[in-house]
DNA sequence: CTTAGCACTCACAAGTTGAGAGTGCTAACC
DNA sequence: GGTTAGCACTCTCAACTTGTGAGTGCTAAG
């Protein structure tokens, strides 16, 4: 067993090269303990520690660096618990119920393959509308002449309201039922259909039809938008295959942009739908694409998803490949999405 | 709009360098033409597309690469469609319709998680049973004195057989009941609980209950082992972030490794499940871990799915954090599962 | 319009140098 | 004995220097 003081100084050598990689020296030490020792101290008994197989120097005269055993003997006796903040622990867990909750396989199969397919790094981003953003609702009727006070309950919050004045009266039994059906169909998150369904009901010019869509063009108005967005980095490591990001700063930089939703969503604005869009170096706005080009596609799975769906790579790129597997796969990914619709594919098989 | 000679020259140019990326000299396109030119006529040529934009040098004297805007004149009106051999069609809806199956996306979660919390590099590694192998049996009685005949397709195509040799003779009614049991239980994918089901129904030692055993027994060995890999490597760019892989070989070198699922069920072989594993340097096999650690854990999320989870960083990491970080994490993931099991949490807000 | 030839430019690799960090050793000190 | 100060020594790293080769632009002739 070792000595503790020799234990106290590795333990804090392994510390030291921890937090900062730099190999460490005699003098980095010295404010490091309770009771002051010299350079020349710790110098000795770092020589004993190399001596031991516990500390390696690179060269012969640059600071020591921990071995592996160094390293074992570390993780096995000498590092001190880490204690997780209650904080810490609690974001954590909030974070992976979300994600577990928001994941989108299909958009993620989608990537990989992507990747795996045109040896690039593909980048797919999923905005889905919650959609949830609607509570309930009150009407409230201020005379018999039409007027109305509407109040739109919205995103667990905030209130609106608005006074809506109707061209004709409408009986306040109506009102209540209305209110009734519309805070129904917010429950059973089908507001978006409430709209025909009631001019169907009840003829498309009826006072009660006018009245449902003004209080419908109301809560639309007051909808705060919230939207859940999922973003797929896959194949990171094949960009740094090109020798443009040989540099790492540079490939670590894009990547991180392109990991970001944000980045990542004004990268696609003005997106031509549908279509593959070519974004050619400083044709993408951020700055740190101005040596990468960006081939994309957009892709909507239902009315509330949307996605765009491309890869990433130097200027120097493959264009006329990359165009088209991206619409081959487009396509494909068309096809699978119109059988699942239609319920045929993915049962086991027979 | 360009003369023929100069866009021909163009797209050569660029599609030169798309393949090579090295700037592009005069000499060595000379053999790129039906009509062949002089080195010299080309550089008269490329020194015109640079006038107008479409060229650039990086310093005076070095070949010439397309700029930006060649890029975007290649793309609009110079290149060639690529076709895609139907094999590659082929291949990709194969890929697409396997990943959208297998896709695990709580695993995925999980590795995106980690490697948030963590900041290093995640992996995780699924491994799931299919356990589809048998497909269905067949019992032919040989005789009246017990002997049976018994025939199991395995795994689409491959038969195995065997003779079962009764202790008591089964009637021949029995034996077609009990091939009808457990081709249904096959199809209904719980082959593994009929063995008690029969047991109780019957009587631990009925001779029905004996030879449904024996049958039983027979599958089990038959069955082929028919694993489903996924594996999810997240935060590949956070390696970067780390000095000892700035250099892009290494870290390519690295995740190329973490990404392949050969690699990584190599590495975990000898895991103690359920702790918290820390290989160190070179107690990694491979080579290309030499210079890093792994940190990790087994999960097992039902019988037949088993996984692991983990991080990779350089030797000098912070162990003791990420040790409390994945640990924790391990400890969340179980009670998650647990309310799940119960059918718990994962109902919308109240 | 095309080509041959030549002078010129510049990046890159190899070699050189000096400063700085860190060591090991020795001798003195407690 | 353990600890310290001092000094010579080693080695890396960055800055500078140099020579070579690739590639150009220009000119003059075909």
Redesign the interface.
Known sequence: MLPNRKQLILKTIIES???S?EPVGSKTLLGSFDKPLSSATIRNEMSELEEMGLLEKQHVSSGRV?S?TA??L??DHL??????ASL??ES??K???N???D?D??L???S??VS??TDHTSVALSTKNLG?DVRKIELIPMDSAGMLYALVLICEKSVRNRVIKLSSPVPSDNIHALTGFINMAIAEGRLDRLNTVIAQSFGENSPFAVLAQEVLGFINESRCERFNVELYLEG??KL?????????RK??EL??HM?DPGSVRELVQNALPGKIN?R????NEDPALSEA?FVFTTYSFDQNSRGIIGIVAP???????A???LA??VS??ND?QHKKEKGI??R?EP
């Open positions: 090269y921890i937090s990689a921990p592996n390293y074992r570390y993780v590092m001190d618990q880490y204690r997780m810490e622990l954590m867990r974070e992976m119920e994600k577990m909750r994941m396989s299909l993620l199969a989608a990989r393959v795996k397919l949830e990171a490591s740094l295959q090109n020798r443009e990001y040989h540099d790492v490939a670590g990547l991180d990991a070519i050619i170096g400083p044709e080009s200027t120097r790129m493959d264009y006329a490949k165009k088209a597997q081959a796969f494909m990914l699978i594919g993915e086991n």
